[in-house]
Nanobody
Framework: QVHLVESGGGLVQPGGSLRLSCAAS????????MGWYRQAPGKQRELVAN???????NYADSVKGRFTISADDAKNTVSLQMNSLKPEDTAVYYC?????????WGQGTQVTVSS
């Protein structure tokens, strides 16, 4: 079993910042990639950013220049620093890890950007 636990969501005003963290635990051999996805009401879940074990990073165009993903391979953690937040960033954010036995998801953390 692999468990992912997210933290760091909340309510923030437009232009503000939040930092999300995700820790993976359980029977983990090697994590190939870790990443963040988000799902807004009535919309499909979408990739926000991911990072591979080798350090390759991908960002959604909508967050480039504002969000930064980082990972600690030794601790099996991934973080997402979100700056200059906009109302359209409001969503439930999910952590995902891809390991040899498949893809695993966290329970999600709510991020609300509103004045």
């Amino acid at each position: 079993q692999v468990h992912l636990v997210e933290s760091g969501g909340g309510l923030v005003q437009p232009g503000g910042s939040l930092r999300l963290s995700c820790a993976a635990s359980g029977t983990i051999f090697t994590i190939y990639t870790m990443g963040w996805y988000r799902q807004a009401p009535g919309k499909q879940r979408e990739l926000v950013a991911n990072i591979s074990r080798g350090g390759s990073i991908n960002y959604a165009d909508s967050v480039k220049g504002r969000f930064t993903i980082s990972a600690d391979d030794a601790k099996n953690t991934v973080s997402l620093q979100m700056n200059s937040l906009k109302p359209e960033d409001t969503a439930v954010y999910y952590c995902k890890a891809r390991i040899i036995t498949g893809d695993y998801w966290g329970q999600g953390t709510q991020v609300t950007v509103s004045s």
